[in-house]
């Protein structure tokens, strides 16, 4: 009688789960062993100060490795510049996720907005585990994917395990939102962020392809189909998807703390009341990602005070910053060149005009010469 590795079953209870609306997913997810893409990786300290994590090294069959592997949760695999392949045992890792092994569920549902048809050429855009490629492989072949990653030691590691159990697709190390590999793309998935969406990517997608990709520093999740005049068109998808951004160099760039020892008590320049309730930007997801595209790339902070007082700091990488205090007298501090608050505001009365819109609701133009989402009430666009 032929043994039946342990995992299988760990992977097809993972199928059962993520592939039940969209069930011709099943037999890739069945027969991905996803505890051999991630090793080892990485989790949170909790209440760490300096944003720490401890690394996770377990041995290949254990229950508890098979149980997070299998499990419908994003692995981080590399915090800053250190992948947990190649950390030692006891080191800890510090800053921020530069790389994972995303959540099978929304793989897999990305996947299956793709509609990706025999034939079709793949390029899935973030290789990180492999584990994206390996699925894509799996069911529709090898030749079929091409996988890309700014990290060659993500890809030399990809490329090696995926042959461990048999699969080849070609993956390269490179800047995505730079030139592609080959010249034409059925189907482009990326499971890092942009924006803007690289011409690249549009030029490489033929007519009648089709692109799906979040918008960075949002959870928009864009679905578009590339037209014959050039023009990628399509809408925000219902359901959020968060990414890292895309990156060109080790790390990202570090936060904002020299514009935050201003924001965090200082008085403002600007100080007054503010222009209705201060929004918790944490819980109110669309207002902040309107924001974020009319305003791009603020950094937000927020705190609570056991006395209740909430405060939100709004923080530009030009000196800009916005201190807004939720307490008995609500007041707002701003400083630097631009006034973050008084934009924030401007978004929401904007938003208010236009009957506060479902994200949804939005429908995409991407092209290269400028993207824009549209409002659907056709009275905003903003740019992406």
């Given amino acids: 009688m032929t043994n039946v590795p342990t995992w299988t079953a760990a992977a097809k209870a993972l199928a059962d789960r993520v592939t039940a609306d969209a069930p011709a997913w099943h037999d890739a997810v069945s027969n991905t062993p996803r505890h051999q893409l991630v090793p080892r990786w990485w989790q949170p300290i909790p209440d760490s100060p300096e944003r720490e994590w401890e690394l996770v090294s377990l041995p290949e069959d254990s229950a508890e ?117 080959d010249a034409e793309y059925d189907r482009i998935m990326a499971t890092v962020s942009v924006r803007p969406v690289p011409p690249s990517w549009l030029r490489a997608l033929r007519p009648g392809g089709r692109l799906v990709t979040t918008i960075a520093h949002t959870a928009l999740l864009i679905t578009a189909d590339m037209g014959p005049d050039g023009v990628a068109r399509g809408s925000v998808q219902p359901d959020p998807a968060t990414f890292m951004e895309t990156r060109q160099n080790a790390d990202y760039p570090p936060k904002l703390n020299n514009v935050f020892v201003s924001a965090r008590v200082r008085e403002g320049d600007d100080v007054r009341t503010p222009d209705g309730p201060i929004p918790d930007l944490w819980q109110e997801w669309p207002l902040r990602w309107l924001y974020e595209l009319d305003t791009p790339e603020v950094e937000t902070r927020s705190a609570e005070y056991p006395d209740g007082k909430r405060v939100v700091w709004l923080l530009a990488a030009d000196g800009s910053w916005a201190r807004a205090e939720d307490a008995e007298s609500p007041i707002v501090h701003q400083g630097g060149p631009r006034r973050l608050w008084d934009n924030l505001e401007a978004v929401r009365r904007r938003w208010d005009e236009n009957d506060r819109f479902a994200m949804h609701d939005m429908r995409a133009e991407i092209s290269p010469e400028g993207s824009r989402l549209l409002a659907p009430t056709g009275k905003w666009d903003l740019p992406i």
């Fill in 65 to 181: 490795r098979l149980d997070a592997a299998y499990a419908d949760a994003t692995l981080v695999t590399r915090v800053g510049p250190l992948h947990a392949d190649q950390a030692k045992r006891g080191e800890r890792g510090k800053g921020e996720p530069t790389s994972s092994s995303t959540l099978p569920g929304l793989i897999v549902s990305m996947a299956d907005r793709l509609r990706v048809e025999p034939g079709d050429r793949v390029l899935d855009v973030g290789t990180g585990s492999g584990y994206s490629a390996a699925l894509f492989a799996h069911r529709f072949g090898d030749e079929s994917v091409t996988s890309v990653d700014v990290d060659p030691y993500l890809v030399e590691a990809a490329r090696a395990r995926l042959a461990g159990f048999g699969r080849s697709p070609r993956i390269e190390a490179l800047d995505a939102t730079g030139e592609l590999p």
